[in-house]
């Protein structure tokens, strides 16, 4: 955007886009981001820029394109990895965590929250996760019904940075759980540090709530992975800055990502949401999902190259 372009020297900004224009087609993920790149074009470069027709004219004279083409899944592919040994295997490693909800209805109150995403500032665990100290706080009635599983995959590890980060984050893990861990008879989150795809996946089928609270995502495929493996069924919490975010206003709770208490909130609203509504937003959701595919994407953007090329 202006605002991010504007802070570094204009000969680099001017490469950056330049470099882009020399595309035939500029692939954005969400028209949330076309717009802005337009703008800028327009206001940095000083472009012509049609933004009915999504297109610049770059200094050659070309016509250059630019397209919103939503990264997806393969829902098949998902639907076959939990099938799997690996998944099936993962399920029993989080059998002790996850097992105190076997068996139980919704009406006994046993449910989890969880988020999987890398270990990463961008994508805000810390304040994720003193919302989930405020829930707390806000109903201590839920202390002895409700875990936190948190799939943190390790990510530049060898930047000081993310290592700074890392242990910022478990201050803030310790911290929640020191508060309540008397209330809620042990500790109400869970941290799973590891890479393992299938674990991950193994959890999200069987969790009540999904948090994504990043400050910025390009998309973040997690979430339509968790539409396809869903069981429960569950309720989405999203940041309003994640890329998902434009395909699930309709289905998925929706929340700055700066603001604790709304999160707390919307967490709140998940966890005590009617079973009925929690299906109707996953089947919207999931038909987004499926309707849109990883396949989709690319013959998308295939697609938009032959017209370019019969223009």
Request: glycine residues 6%; contains cysteine.
């Amino acid at each position: 955007d202006f605002a991010t372009l504007k802070l570094i020297p204009q000969s680099w900004r001017d490469t950056i886009l330049q470099g882009l224009l020399g595309a035939d087609v500029v692939g954005m993920q969400t028209e949330w981001d076309s717009r802005p790149f337009l703008g800028c074009c327009e206001e940095l470069l000083g472009a012509k820029v049609d933004y009915k027709n999504g297109t610049v004219a770059a200094r050659d004279g070309r016509l250059v394109r630019v397209r919103a083409f939503s990264a997806s899944t393969n829902p098949a592919a998902v639907e076959q990895s939990m099938q799997s040994p690996a998944v099936a295997a993962a399920r029993e490693r989080l059998a002790p965590w996850t097992g105190w909800q076997a068996g139980r209805g919704r009406d006994e109150g046993k449910q989890t929250i969880v988020r999987v995403d890398r270990l990463d500032p961008s994508k805000n665990q810390i304040i994720g996760f003193r919302a989930f100290g405020r829930l707390l706080e806000l109903r201590p009635d839920l202390c002895r019904n409700v875990r936190f599983f948190a799939f943190l995959i390790p990510s530049r590890t060898d930047l000081s940075v993310y290592r700074n980060y890392r242990d910022a984050v478990y201050a803030m893990i310790d911290e929640v759980n020191t508060r309540f861990a008397a209330d809620c008879e042990g500790e109400p989150i869970q941290v799973f540090y590891t890479n393992d795809r299938e674990q991950a996946l193994a959890a999200m089928e069987q969790c009540d709530v999904l948090l994504v609270n990043s400050r910025e995502d390009g998309m973040n495929l997690v979430v339509k992975e968790w539409a396809v493996v869903s069981q429960r069924p569950g309720v989405a919490v999203i940041s309003e800055t994640a890329g998902v975010a434009a395909i699930t206003a309709d289905s998925a709770l929706l929340v700055s990502p700066l603001d604790i208490e709304g999160t707390a909130r919307a967490m709140e609203r998940a966890l005590g949401m009617r079973s009925e509504e929690r299906a109707a937003r996953l089947t919207t959701l999931r038909e987004n999902v499926y309707s849109w595919s990883a396949a989709d994407w690319l013959s998308a953007q295939l697609a938009e190259l032959d017209v370019t090329r019969d223009d």
